[in-house]
């Protein structure tokens, strides 16, 4: 069977040549005589590859490595939730938070746990269909959290706002696919398997200036620690942090982030411009344009019934994954940086197509 076209949200689809490189890796890696899955992080062969992804995921976002730092971690980008007040919060003072969908309103009640929280800013009265308004940040505020790419209702943040205190970025599912200003940034991370690599590894990029203020914690929740021993405290996920590195590679062999991104724009387009000219069978779950997603587009069908055979029939034409998020329903086509154009106007055709049909 060919390759389809995989619109899933995460774990997502990887570049081909990422497969390839990856699969040669599982069978033996490096003239080594045996595979990666079997070597150990501490290997010269493979701590080479380590401080390399390191370097470069800093690098690909634009940033200097003598500025910020990248920390490979577990638990996936939910367990930073807990990490993030856990490393910078202190007694007195509040983590302030921007509500713009599912996973900032899981980033608030998590971070509950180990403090106060203001919300300074949420979409909640409009179903996050749109980005929210961003207010006033307390005095009392230790930093600002916020999410760029909210995967389940299809917005995503094309400015990054400056702030006086700490800005921190929950980037996992648009992570390398926007150029955006990252050193507003004091702290980011990513759980990989969106944009970045497949699951296993979490991408954590933080300022060296706070690293240097963050709460002292046990080593596995310290990121002070994980600096200091370069991620390699315990052992890490070697085979998704070598993937990362081959996603980094491939990004640059296309342009750049520059370059993807323009892309990514492109890519897009076609699926929007296919759902609005296709009204009323057809509806955008985002109304406004300037926060629509371009790595998750989200849509509605005039009735379930159409729904559920507009999804048939993508399924039928090598199209899976468009099922929305089960909290919400409606459709959702997610289009990371390694997904084809052709897949693209694949779907954008069939809307077309499906919407002269039904209307």
């Known amino acids: ?48 590859i380590h401080e390399q992804v390191r370097a470069g995921v800093v690098e690909t976002l634009g940033l200097s490595t003598s500025e910020y730092d990248c920390l490979f971690m577990g638990g996936g980008a939910s367990t930073q939730f807990s990490l993030v007040p856990m490393n910078i919060l202190t007694p007195g003072h509040s983590g302030a938070y921007v509500d713009g969908g599912e996973w900032g309103a899981k980033a608030i009640e998590t971070a509950r746990f180990h403090g106060d929280v203001d919300v300074i800013g949420s ?151 296919a759902i609005d000219n296709a009204a009323p069978i057809f509806s955008a779950a985002v109304p406004d344009t300037a926060d629509r997603s371009w790595m998750n587009i989200t849509f509605r069908l005039a009735s379930k019934e159409l729904e559920a055979e507009f999804l048939a029939e993508a399924k039928a034409n090598g199209m899976d994954g468009l099922p929305g998020h089960r909290n919400v329903g409606g459709c959702r086509a997610s289009i990371y940086n390694a997904f084809p154009e052709a897949g693209c106007k694949a779907l954008a055709d069939l809307i077309s197509d499906f919407a002269v049909r039904k209307g």
Request: some cysteine; proline content about 6%.
């Open 123 to 273: 979409s909640k009265a409009d179903n996050h269909s749109r980005l929210p308004v961003i207010g006033d940040v307390p005095s009392r505020a230790a930093y600002v959290h916020l999410t760029t790419n909210n995967t389940i209702e299809g917005t995503q943040m094309s400015n990054v706002p400056s702030m006086s205190i700490p800005l921190v970025g929950d980037l996992s599912s648009d992570i390398f696919g926007r150029v955006r200003e990252h050193a507003n940034f004091d702290l980011m991370y990513a759980g990989a398997q969106k944009n970045a690599g497949p699951a296993g590894v979490t991408l954590v990029v933080i300022r060296k200036s706070l690293l240097a203020q963050c709460n002292t914690l046990a080593p596995m929740f310290s990121y002070k620690v994980q600096a200091d021993k370069h991620s390699v405290y315990n052992t890490p996920p070697v085979f998704p942090i070598y993937v990362v590195g081959l996603v980094l590679e491939w990004i640059a062999a296309e342009g750049g982030m520059a370059a993807v991104a323009t892309r990514n724009e492109r890519k897009a387009a076609l699926i929007y411009n």
């Open 1 to 48: 069977m060919g390759r389809i076209f995989n619109f899933s949200a995460g774990p997502a689809i990887l570049p081909e040549p990422v497969l390839a490189q990856a699969s040669d890796a599982v069978r033996e890696f490096a003239g080594s005589g045996m595979s990666l899955l079997e070597m150990s992080h501490r290997d010269k062969r493979y701590d080479a």
